[in-house]
């Protein structure tokens, strides 16, 4: 067998890929018949294709690259690590310096008392642990009725089965029997398709009084915890209204319930603040973590505990771990990482100049006719798609078919800017210059120019009834 190289043919690359690689979120039949875009290299906000083309990566990866592509500390870091202790695990009772360290960088930078944390190998295995942790908390509490977990519908949690469950993604759901007993969901605070005539602060109070409404319905007794993403990402970078979580903290000081706030995006700089729940002066008691803990350079996640439910968690032993919690070479990236980030002041910079230049650059695009509305925190952004900007409606077309055809657009002009449904979304690199994201904005407004055009000449530029 030949070596597979950056150097070879796209179409030969693309052609092994669809034999054997089977994606994730991907119909690989209609992959195989395009060919998947084959990225070689990456440097600062930049891709490099095999055809040579520069991208401008306007979704940091998958929401994680928080610093940044091409940071050779992080390389050489991993490097060192490996050749010292590539592996070893944090089982029976055993420990080694990484995962000690950032255990400790971690308590230090969270909120609160979140001064513990479990870790996994990304944000779903987390997930799976804060389903497990709170169970567990009421069982040693003597409340073991307590098992009931309430989600949000269209929130996004992971993808093994507890952590898909958690989420309230319909497609998923679909697919395998969830979710699994115990987890239930309430509305989201999406007031531009669902607000109807409400202000955006009643309906964020209306929808804030759900979870107070399903834990009467379930009884109190019942409830283990609510969890919720502070900003919900892969659900279109959904931005609640000002009213929404003041409401829910009132309601979840008032009841006996755990809050796991979902930080696997919102973490580590993205809102301007270290975490989503400063920049809503939440107080979780259990935070997830993931994605920008290391930028993506290696997998790691893991679940922030309190002081309150780690002491309870700790009087036995809690049957649970992954290989690969506290990865030594994962734990030594992230520890990096977090130095990189606070040493040259990322998330000063995402605070005082990256995010509210691109809020002014977002909020132009609200005057191009295809666009229904522009929100941002930080340096999350979405853009409703409409056929009518004088209403808050849908397209007529199914959910996502003028999105998708945005998306292609974009990705002409080498721009990754996503679609979720008919939202189309950035999350970039915090990193991110006011160069680039005039580049950014420009090729924005290429593309919405043209992906106007063929949703005209296509006849899809009609709103639902
Ligand atoms: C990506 C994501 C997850 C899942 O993390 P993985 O590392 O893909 O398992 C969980 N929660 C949120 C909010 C996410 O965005």
Known sequence: MNKITNHMPTAELQAIDAAHHMHPFTANDE???????VITRADGVTLTDSEGEQILDAMAGLWCVNIGYGRDELAEVAARQMKELPYYNTFFMSTHVPAIALAQKLAELAPGDLNHVFFASGGSEANDTNIRLVRRYWDLMGKPDKKVIISRKNAYHGT???????????????????????????????????????????FGLMRARELEQKIDELGEGRVAAFIAEPIQGAGGVIIPPDSYWPEVRRICAERDILFIADEVITGFGRTGEWFGSQHYDLSPDIMTVAKGLSSGYAPIGGSLVSD????????????????YSGHPVAAAVALENLRILEEERIVDHVRDEAAPYLAEKWHQLADHPFVGETTIVGMMASLALTADKSVRKPFKASPGTVGYMTRERCFGNNLIMRHVADRMIVAPPLVMTKSDIDTLFERAVKSLDEAYKDVKEAGLLETAD
């Open 308 to 323: 309150k439910v780690a002491a309870v968690i700790g009087r036995e032993e809690f049957t649970h771990g992954y290989t």
């Open 160 to 202: 093994s089965m507890g952590s898909a469950s958690l989420g309230g993604m319909q497609g998923m759901h679909a697919q395998g029997g969830m979710p699994i007993p115990d987890i239930v969901h309430i509305g989201q605070p999406y007031w531009y398709l669902e607000g109807g005539d409400m202000s955006p602060e009643e």
């Open 31 to 37: 992959l195989a018949k395009h060919g998947a875009r």
